[in-house]
């Protein structure tokens, strides 16, 4: 089990791991692939002091390189899991599994819109995790929203493991049911089905964790980074403007700080 999980490897999530091992915790990093985020393709920053005409590539991968020295562990895959329990959080990510006593959210802005009926009806046949859930639906009719890199090889995993698979990469999707998945709805065209595998790039953190709260569509935090839930901070562009390298690395720095003082008082 390691002491923090942070979810993301742009500004905030690197200057939080960087500050949770400089003060003795041990840190687990889950990104999507670095050169996926806007940071890595921005051309050049000329405001981030001292750094003038760093490119973003530059940038992320000097940062990375920093916490990797300083002994941060960096995971590759997409969280689509987030489990807290009574006194650690389970992170799902691809295939595989991790457990840390805290959680740092820095995944920048996750620029994600639901489909109709998709909250309403999650967990009860709507997920976005064919390994953790994909056992649910052997023999059943599943329908996989292909909307992510890996999509088809999460698909093709669902119908490995017996689940009877339709695929669409349609973005005009309806979901529905009385208590549970019933049908989706393609462009127009409704068919039955009891599940459906919503596979994105991303995953937003209020679904990723149910009763996380939103202001204005960013993580609600207070002053240190704490969230409504005990254990889970967030920094960064996700917590609100302005979108700036800057300001995630003090965010970071913030939430890493108040994740090492919750830790110190659990003991």
Sequence with gaps: MYDIAVIGTGPAGISAAITALVRGKSVAVVSNPASESGLYKAERIDNYPGMPGVTGAELSEALISHARSLGAEIFTGKVQTILPNDDS???????????????????????????????????????????????????????????????????????????????????????????????IEIEGQRRSCDGVFVLRDSVAPDVLVPGLELENNHIRTGASGETNIPGIFAAGDCTGTPYQVAKAVGEGQLAAFAAVKYLDAQK
């Design 89 to 183: 959080i389970f992170v799902g990510y691809g295939m595989e599994m991790i457990e840390a006593r805290a959680l740092i959210f820095a995944p920048g802005v996750v620029r994600t819109s639901s489909f109709p009926g998709e909250r309403e009806l999650l967990g009860r046949g709507v997920s976005y995790c064919a390994t953790c859930d994909g056992m649910l639906y052997r023999g059943k009719e599943v329908c996989a929203i292909c909307l992510a890199a890996d999509a088809a090889e999460e698909a093709e995993y669902l119908s490995s493991i017996g689940c009877n698979v339709f695929t669409t990469d349609s973005k005009k999707i309806a979901i529905g049911g009385e208590n549970r998945v019933e049908w």
